[in-house]
C-alpha cells in the first residue's frame, strides 16, 4: 500500500481573528452535532492578553504508535484519524500528545481530534484559517522510544 | 522498526510463520459438555455471577455473586479464596481430584484508562508448598472473561484425555471439548487455538481470542507455569505472561487441560460500567501523563521494562549470582539492560493489557532458537523481564542470547523461569563441591555458567525423561534438597543453607543477606519466598528507615496489604511506585507514593460507586491475607516453622562467602555483636560463620515475632479468632478450626515467642494469650 507523504494542516492568522469562535462551533457540528464548540471542538482559540492563538492538531502522527488495538491510523490523505467503533478508549493517545490536542469530552469514553476537515476555515469569516500542505517527513514525530533521559 | 508510524498491518517479526490446518484439528474435538448461559452486562466492575467447570464430571454451572461475597473478599484473589474454601479439602493436594484452579479479575479489571488494569489472578493448591499459592498474571484472559459474563472462573476434577475449556462470550456458551491433535507447547498451541477460534481470519478478531496453556515440561515437573496470551496486532503473534510461581501450570496438565480459551463479543472504554466514568478518565490519564514525563528519568520501564533493575541490583551487591553466593559479579555489565535495549523490538504499545502506558512487556522478534526440538526456528521471546535475566545471572549465564534461549522454552515449555533458575543454581552450586556429578545428574554437566547443561535439562524435563536425577530436579530445591540427605552425599546443614527455598517454593531473584526486613518479606509471606508481598530492601538497608523490629513489623504489616490490594482488584503492582509524581520525595511517606494511593481510592470508588478511604483498602487486603493465612493453617501448614528461610538468605554460608566480603561482616562482629577488634582478628573465618549464624538466625526470630504480634496472630504465626472478627468474619467453621489450632498449640508449647532476649531486650508482649483480651 502506497503512503500518504503531504498531509494538509491549519494554520492560524492570528492578525484575522476577532475571537468569535465560529471555527469552534462548526467543529462541534461536526464532531457532535452540536453548536456548542469549547470543550466539544477539535480546535481552540485561546485568548492571551489582547491576542488568539489556535490549538490544533498538526498531524505530527506521535498518536499512532500508542493505540493498542489500531484505531489510530494515517488515512490516505495523511490526516491521522481516530476510528471510534474499533478504540477502546484507554486515552494512552490522550495522554501522550505532546500538545494535548488528542480531546476527551465528558459526553464519551472515545476521544477526537482534527480531521482536516475544512469546516472551521470555512466558517471563519475573516478568513483567520487556512489548511496548508506539509510534507509528513517534516513534521512527522514519533514517539519517546530510547533507553535513558 | 525504529522509525516509527509504520502501518500496523505492514510490521513483520521476520519469524518463521506456520501454517495449521485449523478445519483438521477441529474437526477431531469431541464435545464432552455443552452449556449456554444469558449474556449479561458487568456493572460497576463486577459481572455479579462465577463459571464453574467440572472437566472430570463435566458440570458447568453459574454461581451468584452477593454483596456480602463483594464486602467481605472484595474481589479477585479474594473470590478464588472464597471459592476454593468452599471447595476442596484439609486433605486436598495438588493432584487431587478436588484441588481447584481459580482465573479470577477483580472490579477494577478490564479498565483501559489506568495502567495495569488487566490483571488475572490464579489460584490453587500447589505442588511446590501443598498450600495455596496464588499468581497475579497479565494477558487477556481476566478481562476477557469478565466480559463474557463471569468474575471468576473455578474448575475442578481431572479429565480423562486431553480438552480444551472454551468461554465463547459471543454466542454465550461454555463448552468442554477434547482435543487431540493440538501442539502442547505453548508458542505453537496459543497460536493455533487463536486462530481456531477467530471469529475472522483478522487480527482484529485474533484480538478477541485469549488462550491458557502451559506445556510439555509442565507435566513432569512442579514448576509448570501457566501462559496467558494477548494478541498482538503488529506482530501478529499470540504473546504471553505467565503465572509463574507455584506450579499452576502443573496443575493444568494434571487435569488434562491443554488449554483455556476465551472470546469476547466487542468491549469498549466502559464496558465495566464504572459509576463514575469521568472521574475514572481523568485519573487514569493524569498517570498517562506521568508516565510520558517521568518514566525516561526514573525506571526506563517503556524502552527496557523490569531489565532496568539488573544494574541497580549488581551495584547494591543484591543481584543473585551462582545461587545468591554473590549479589554482584565481575561479568555482570554483560547483561545489563543496554544489551537487551539493543535487541527489542521498539515503538509498539507494549502493554499486556491494553492502555498500558508502562508497557513493560518488552519482545525480542525474529529471535533464532538455538538447541532442542525449536532448533533454527525464529521466534518472538516474550521477555526477558528482570527475574529471568536474575535467574541466568543465578546460574552465571552471561550471553544474552543464553537468556533469550532459556526465556523461549521455560515459556513455551510452560516452565517458570524462577523456580527453574534457582534451582538449577542450587544443584550448579552442589556440583561445584562434589555433592552432585555428572553421574549423580544422568550425565548432565551442571556447572555454573552451563547454559547448555541448564537449556539440556529443560529438554529432557520436556521429553518425559525417567532418569532419577531429571524427574527429582524438576520438583525444585526442596526435593532435590532431601534426595541428596537421604543419599547421604553431602553435609545436611550445608544443603539445607545453601537450596534457597521456603515452605517449598523457590526464591525469587534478590539477594536478602544484608536487609533483615527483607527476609521476612520473603519468609513471612503467604505462598512462599516471592517479593511480590513486600520489597523493602532499599528502605531498610541502604536507607536505614526502620532500625527497629516494631518499625520493621509495620512495613512488614502495612506493604503486604497494600500489594494485596492490587490482587483483589485485578491490578498490576508496578504503576503503583516504578513510576513516581515528580514530587514524591517531598511529601511525608514517600516509600507509600501517597499521591498513588489517592488515585486508587478515586479510582474504586469511581468503578463501585463505593466511597472507600485508604484505610478502607488496606482493610479490605487485611480480610483476605488473614484468610489466605488462616487456609495454610487449615492445610497443615501456616506456622512459624513453615516461616523458617535458609541461611543463605540470611548471611553467608560458606567461607568463601564470609571472606568475599570480609570488611563488612568483620565490622557487623563488632559494631552488632559486640565483639572487640582484637576478638575478631584472632578468630577463625569458620568461628565467625558460627557467631553470625546464631545471631542473625535469632534476628530473624525476633522479627518473625514483632510481626505476628502487628498482624493480629498468636507467636506460632496462626490469625487468631479474634482478629477474625474483628475483619468481619464470622465463619463458624473458619473461627472453630483456628481456636482447635491455638488450643493445641498450647499443650504443645508452641504459644511462646521465638526470640531469644537479651537483658534491655524484650518481645512485643509478655501478656500470655495476649489476644483474648481483644474485642
Same mark, same amino acid.
Given at each position: 500500500?502506497? +503512503?500518504?507523504?503531504?498531509?494538509?494542516?491549519?494554520?492560524?492568522?492570528? &492578525?484575522?481573528?476577532?475571537?468569535?469562535?465560529?471555527? &469552534?462551533?462548526?467543529?462541534?457540528?461536526?464532531?457532535?452535532?452540536?453548536?456548542?464548540?469549547?470543550?466539544?471542538?477539535?480546535?481552540?482559540?485561546?485568548?492571551?492578553?489582547?491576542?488568539?492563538?489556535?490549538?490544533?492538531?498538526? +498531524?505530527?502522527?506521535?498518536?499512532?504508535?500508542?493505540?493498542?488495538?489500531?484505531?489510530?491510523?494515517?488515512?490516505?490523505?495523511?490526516?491521522?484519524?481516530?476510528?471510534? %467503533?474499533?478504540?477502546?478508549?484507554?486515552?494512552?493517545?490522550?495522554?501522550?500528545?505532546?500538545?494535548?490536542?488528542?480531546?476527551?469530552?465528558?459526553?464519551?469514553? %472515545?476521544?477526537?481530534?482534527?480531521?482536516?476537515?475544512?469546516?472551521?476555515?470555512?466558517?471563519?469569516?475573516?478568513?483567520?484559517? %487556512?489548511?496548508? %500542505?506539509?510534507?509528513?517527513?517534516?513534521?512527522?514525530?514519533?514517539?519517546?522510544?530510547?533507553?535513558?533521559? | 522498526?525504529?522509525?516509527?508510524?509504520?502501518?500496523?498491518?505492514?510490521?513483520?517479526?521476520?519469524?518463521?510463520?506456520?501454517?495449521?490446518?485449523?478445519?483438521?484439528?477441529?474437526?477431531?474435538?469431541?464435545?464432552?459438555?455443552?452449556?449456554?448461559?444469558?449474556?449479561?452486562? *458487568?456493572?460497576?466492575?463486577?459481572?455479579?455471577?462465577?463459571?464453574?467447570?467440572?472437566?472430570?464430571?463435566?458440570?458447568?454451572?453459574?454461581?451468584?455473586?452477593?454483596?456480602?461475597?463483594?464486602?467481605?473478599?472484595?474481589?479477585?484473589?479474594?473470590?478464588?479464596?472464597?471459592?476454593?474454601?468452599?471447595?476442596?479439602?484439609?486433605?486436598?493436594?495438588?493432584?487431587?481430584?478436588?484441588?481447584?484452579?481459580?482465573?479470577?479479575?477483580?472490579?477494577?479489571?478490564?479498565?483501559?484508562?489506568?495502567?495495569? @488494569?488487566?490483571?488475572?489472578?490464579?489460584?490453587?493448591?500447589?505442588?511446590?508448598?501443598?498450600?495455596?499459592?496464588?499468581?497475579?498474571?497479565?494477558?487477556?484472559?481476566?478481562?476477557?472473561?469478565?466480559?463474557?459474563?463471569?468474575?471468576?472462573?473455578?474448575?475442578?476434577?481431572?479429565?480423562?484425555?486431553?480438552?480444551?475449556?472454551?468461554?465463547?462470550?459471543?454466542?454465550?456458551?461454555?463448552?468442554?471439548?477434547?482435543?487431540?491433535?493440538?501442539?502442547?507447547?505453548?508458542?505453537?498451541?496459543?497460536?493455533?487455538?487463536?486462530?481456531?477460534?477467530?471469529?475472522?481470519?483478522?487480527?482484529?478478531?485474533?484480538?478477541?481470542?485469549?488462550?491458557?496453556? @502451559?506445556?510439555?515440561?509442565?507435566?513432569?515437573?512442579?514448576?509448570?507455569?501457566?501462559?496467558?496470551?494477548?494478541?498482538?496486532?503488529?506482530?501478529?503473534?499470540?504473546?504471553?505472561?505467565?503465572?509463574?510461581?507455584?506450579?499452576?501450570?502443573?496443575?493444568?496438565?494434571?487435569?488434562?487441560?491443554?488449554?483455556?480459551?476465551?472470546?469476547?463479543?466487542?468491549?469498549?472504554?466502559?464496558?465495566?460500567?464504572?459509576?463514575?466514568?469521568?472521574?475514572?478518565?481523568?485519573?487514569?490519564?493524569?498517570?498517562?501523563?506521568?508516565?510520558?514525563?517521568?518514566?525516561?528519568?526514573?525506571?526506563?520501564?517503556?524502552?527496557?521494562?523490569?531489565?532496568?533493575?539488573?544494574?541497580?541490583?549488581?551495584?547494591?551487591?543484591?543481584?543473585?549470582?551462582?545461587?545468591?553466593?554473590?549479589?554482584?559479579?565481575?561479568?555482570?555489565?554483560?547483561?545489563?539492560?543496554?544489551?537487551?535495549?539493543?535487541?527489542?523490538?521498539? =515503538? =509498539?504499545?507494549?502493554?499486556?493489557?491494553?492502555?498500558?502506558?508502562?508497557?513493560?512487556?518488552?519482545?525480542?522478534?525474529?529471535?533464532?532458537?538455538?538447541?532442542?526440538?525449536?532448533?533454527?526456528?525464529?521466534?518472538?521471546?516474550?521477555?526477558?523481564?528482570?527475574?529471568?535475566?536474575?535467574?541466568?545471572?543465578?546460574?552465571?549465564?552471561?550471553?544474552?542470547?543464553?537468556?533469550?534461549?532459556?526465556?523461549?522454552?521455560?515459556?513455551?515449555?510452560?516452565?517458570?523461569?524462577?523456580?527453574?533458575?534457582?534451582?538449577?543454581?542450587?544443584?550448579?552450586?552442589?556440583?561445584?563441591?562434589?555433592?552432585?556429578?555428572?553421574?549423580?545428574?544422568?550425565?548432565?554437566?551442571?556447572?555454573?555458567?552451563?547454559?547448555?547443561?541448564?537449556?539440556?535439562?529443560?529438554?529432557?524435563?520436556?521429553?518425559?525423561?525417567?532418569?532419577?536425577?531429571?524427574?527429582?530436579?524438576?520438583?525444585?530445591?526442596?526435593?532435590?534438597?532431601?534426595?541428596?540427605?537421604?543419599?547421604?552425599?553431602?553435609?545436611?546443614?550445608?544443603?539445607?543453607?545453601?537450596?534457597?527455598?521456603?515452605?517449598?517454593?523457590?526464591?525469587?531473584?534478590?539477594?536478602?543477606?544484608?536487609?533483615?526486613?527483607?527476609?521476612?518479606?520473603?519468609?513471612?509471606?503467604?505462598?512462599?519466598?516471592?517479593?511480590?508481598?513486600?520489597?523493602?530492601?532499599?528502605?531498610?538497608?541502604?536507607?536505614?528507615?526502620?532500625?527497629?523490629?516494631?518499625?520493621?513489623?509495620?512495613?512488614?504489616?502495612?506493604?503486604?496489604?497494600?500489594?494485596?490490594?492490587?490482587?483483589?482488584?485485578?491490578?498490576?503492582?508496578?504503576?503503583?511506585?516504578?513510576?513516581?509524581?515528580?514530587?514524591?520525595?517531598?511529601?511525608?511517606?514517600?516509600?507509600?507514593?501517597?499521591?498513588? *494511593?489517592?488515585?486508587?481510592?478515586?479510582?474504586?470508588?469511581?468503578?463501585?460507586?463505593?466511597?472507600?478511604?485508604?484505610?478502607?483498602?488496606?482493610?479490605?487486603?487485611?480480610?483476605?491475607?488473614?484468610?489466605?493465612?488462616?487456609?495454610?493453617?487449615?492445610?497443615?501448614?501456616?506456622?512459624?516453622?513453615?516461616?523458617?528461610?535458609?541461611?543463605?538468605?540470611?548471611?553467608?554460608?560458606?567461607?568463601?562467602?564470609?571472606?568475599?566480603?570480609?570488611?563488612?561482616?568483620?565490622?557487623?562482629?563488632?559494631?552488632?555483636?559486640?565483639?572487640?577488634?582484637?576478638?575478631?582478628?584472632?578468630?577463625?573465618?569458620?568461628?565467625?560463620?558460627?557467631?553470625?549464624?546464631?545471631?542473625?538466625?535469632?534476628?530473624?526470630?525476633?522479627?518473625?515475632?514483632?510481626?505476628?504480634?502487628?498482624?493480629?496472630?498468636?507467636?506460632?504465626? =496462626?490469625?487468631?479468632?479474634?482478629?477474625?472478627?474483628?475483619?468481619?468474619?464470622?465463619?463458624?467453621?473458619?473461627?472453630?478450626?483456628?481456636?482447635?489450632?491455638?488450643?493445641?498449640?498450647?499443650?504443645?508449647?508452641?504459644?511462646?515467642?521465638?526470640?531469644?532476649?537479651?537483658?534491655?531486650?524484650?518481645?512485643?508482649?509478655?501478656?500470655?494469650?495476649?489476644?483474648?483480651?481483644?474485642?
Amino acid at each position: 500500500m502506497s +503512503q500518504p507523504t503531504t498531509v494538509k494542516v491549519l494554520i492560524f492568522h492570528a &492578525e484575522k481573528c476577532t475571537g468569535c469562535l465560529d471555527c &469552534e462551533k462548526a467543529c462541534s457540528q461536526v464532531h457532535f452535532k452540536s453548536k456548542k464548540g469549547g470543550e466539544l471542538s477539535a480546535i481552540r482559540i485561546l485568548k492571551h492578553n489582547k491576542d488568539f492563538a489556535m490549538h490544533v492538531c498538526d +498531524q505530527r502522527g506521535l498518536c499512532l504508535d500508542m493505540c493498542p488495538v489500531g484505531a489510530l491510523t494515517r488515512r490516505k490523505n495523511g490526516v491521522v484519524w481516530l476510528d471510534k %467503533e474499533t478504540c477502546i478508549g484507554c486515552q494512552a493517545c490522550v495522554g501522550f500528545c505532546p500538545i494535548g490536542a488528542m480531546r476527551k469530552t465528558d459526553v464519551r469514553i %472515545e476521544p477526537f481530534k482534527c480531521i482536516s476537515c475544512g469546516s472551521c476555515v470555512r466558517a471563519c469569516p475573516t478568513k483567520a484559517l %487556512e489548511l496548508v %500542505e506539509r510534507n509528513i517527513e517534516d513534521i512527522k514525530q514519533v514517539v519517546y522510544h530510547k533507553q535513558g533521559a | 522498526m525504529m522509525e516509527g508510524q509504520i502501518p500496523v498491518e505492514e510490521y513483520s517479526t521476520g519469524n518463521t510463520p506456520h501454517q495449521w490446518d485449523v478445519q483438521r484439528l477441529k474437526a477431531a474435538h469431541k464435545k464432552l459438555a455443552s452449556y449456554s448461559y444469558t449474556k449479561g452486562s *458487568v456493572e460497576r466492575g463486577y459481572a455479579n455471577r462465577t463459571l464453574y467447570v467440572n472437566v472430570g464430571t463435566k458440570e458447568i454451572s453459574e454461581k451468584p455473586v452477593s454483596d456480602q461475597m463483594k464486602k467481605l473478599f472484595t474481589g479477585g484473589r479474594g473470590f478464588g479464596l472464597k471459592l476454593i474454601w468452599e471447595s476442596i479439602q484439609p486433605t486436598t493436594r495438588w493432584d487431587s481430584e478436588e484441588n481447584e484452579l481459580l482465573i479470577t479479575t477483580g472490579p477494577l479489571c478490564g479498565t483501559t484508562q489506568y495502567a495495569g @488494569s488487566g490483571k488475572s489472578l490464579c489460584l490453587s493448591v500447589s505442588p511446590s508448598t501443598n498450600i495455596i499459592c496464588d499468581c497475579n498474571v497479565g494477558g487477556f484472559f481476566g478481562p476477557y472473561l469478565k466480559f463474557a459474563g463471569f468474575d471468576a472462573l473455578e474448575i475442578q476434577g481431572k479429565a480423562s484425555e486431553d480438552v480444551i475449556v472454551v468461554i465463547d462470550g459471543e454466542k454465550g456458551t461454555v463448552t468442554i471439548e477434547t482435543a487431540p491433535l493440538e501442539e502442547t507447547d505453548t508458542h505453537l498451541l496459543s497460536e493455533q487455538l487463536t486462530e481456531m477460534y477467530a471469529t475472522e481470519h483478522t487480527d482484529k478478531a485474533r484480538q478477541k481470542v485469549s488462550v491458557v496453556s @502451559s506445556g510439555t515440561a509442565a507435566e513432569h515437573s512442579f514448576w509448570g507455569c501457566l501462559n496467558f496470551s494477548f494478541y498482538d496486532i503488529r506482530r501478529k503473534v499470540p504473546r504471553i505472561k505467565q503465572a509463574g510461581r507455584g506450579g499452576l501450570g502443573t496443575v493444568l496438565r494434571d487435569k488434562k487441560i491443554k488449554a483455556l480459551v476465551v472470546k469476547v463479543e466487542r468491549f469498549d472504554g466502559v464496558s465495566n460500567h464504572p459509576a463514575d466514568p469521568v472521574t475514572l478518565a481523568k485519573v487514569g490519564t493524569k498517570l498517562h501523563r506521568e508516565i510520558r514525563d517521568l518514566d525516561r528519568y526514573q525506571c526506563n520501564m517503556r524502552t527496557v521494562g523490569t531489565g532496568h533493575l539488573v544494574e541497580i541490583m549488581d551495584a547494591y551487591d543484591l543481584l543473585p549470582t551462582e545461587n545468591y553466593r554473590f549479589g554482584s559479579f565481575p561479568k555482570a555489565s554483560k547483561i545489563f539492560s543496554p544489551h537487551f535495549y539493543e535487541l527489542f523490538t521498539k =515503538i =509498539i504499545p507494549d502493554g499486556c493489557w491494553h492502555g498500558c502506558t508502562m508497557a513493560c512487556a518488552k519482545t525480542v522478534d525474529g529471535y533464532t532458537v538455538m538447541t532442542g526440538p525449536y532448533k533454527g526456528e525464529k521466534v518472538t521471546v516474550d521477555g526477558p523481564e528482570y527475574e529471568t535475566i536474575g535467574a541466568c545471572a543465578n546460574m552465571s549465564i552471561w550471553d544474552p542470547l543464553w537468556v533469550l534461549e532459556f526465556n523461549f522454552y521455560c515459556d513455551t515449555y510452560g516452565i517458570d523461569t524462577i523456580s527453574a533458575g534457582t534451582a538449577t543454581a542450587f544443584y550448579m552450586e552442589m556440583y561445584e563441591y562434589g555433592i552432585l556429578n555428572k553421574e549423580r545428574c544422568n550425565g548432565l554437566e551442571l556447572c555454573f555458567g552451563n547454559a547448555d547443561a541448564a537449556l539440556e535439562l529443560l529438554h529432557r524435563m520436556a521429553q518425559g525423561d525417567h532418569a532419577e536425577f531429571i524427574k527429582v530436579a524438576g520438583k525444585g530445591v526442596r526435593r532435590v534438597k532431601d534426595w541428596i540427605i537421604k543419599n547421604q552425599w553431602g553435609d545436611p546443614q550445608l544443603v539445607n543453607d545453601a537450596g534457597m527455598e521456603s515452605k517449598g517454593l523457590e526464591f525469587s531473584e534478590y539477594v536478602t543477606k544484608e536487609s533483615l526486613a527483607m527476609q521476612g518479606g520473603y519468609g513471612l509471606t503467604l505462598k512462599g519466598p516471592q517479593h511480590d508481598e513486600a520489597w523493602l530492601i532499599f528502605m531498610d538497608m541502604v536507607n536505614n528507615a526502620i532500625p527497629t523490629f516494631e518499625m520493621k513489623a509495620e512495613a512488614l504489616h502495612y506493604f503486604p496489604m497494600w500489594r494485596t490490594w492490587f490482587g483483589l482488584n485485578g491490578l498490576c503492582k508496578l504503576p503503583w511506585n516504578d513510576i513516581e509524581p515528580a514530587n514524591n520525595a517531598e511529601t511525608a511517606e514517600p516509600s507509600k507514593v501517597p499521591e498513588h *494511593v489517592e488515585n486508587y481510592v478515586a479510582y474504586q470508588n469511581a468503578m463501585t460507586g463505593w466511597s472507600v478511604t485508604k484505610e478502607d483498602l488496606i482493610l479490605q487486603s487485611e480480610r483476605c491475607y488473614n484468610w489466605q493465612r488462616a487456609m495454610n493453617v487449615w492445610l497443615g501448614r501456616g506456622q512459624r516453622k513453615d516461616d523458617w528461610i535458609p541461611f543463605r538468605a540470611m548471611g553467608p554460608v560458606t567461607e568463601m562467602e564470609y571472606v568475599s566480603r570480609k570488611e563488612r561482616y568483620d565490622t557487623q562482629l563488632v559494631d552488632k555483636l559486640g565483639l572487640s577488634k582484637g576478638e575478631v582478628e584472632t578468630m577463625t573465618t569458620k568461628e565467625k560463620l558460627t557467631r553470625l549464624y546464631a545471631y542473625r538466625r535469632n534476628q530473624y526470630e525476633k522479627l518473625a515475632d514483632a510481626v505476628y504480634y502487628r498482624r493480629g496472630w498468636t507467636p506460632n504465626g =496462626i490469625p487468631t479468632p479474634q482478629k477474625m472478627k474483628q475483619l468481619g468474619f464470622t465463619e463458624i467453621k473458619m473461627l472453630q478450626m483456628l481456636q482447635e489450632k491455638i488450643d493445641n498449640d498450647e499443650q504443645q508449647g508452641l504459644n511462646t515467642w521465638g526470640g531469644v532476649y537479651e537483658k534491655g531486650e524484650h518481645p512485643p508482649t509478655v501478656k500470655k494469650r495476649y489476644w483474648e483480651q481483644w474485642k
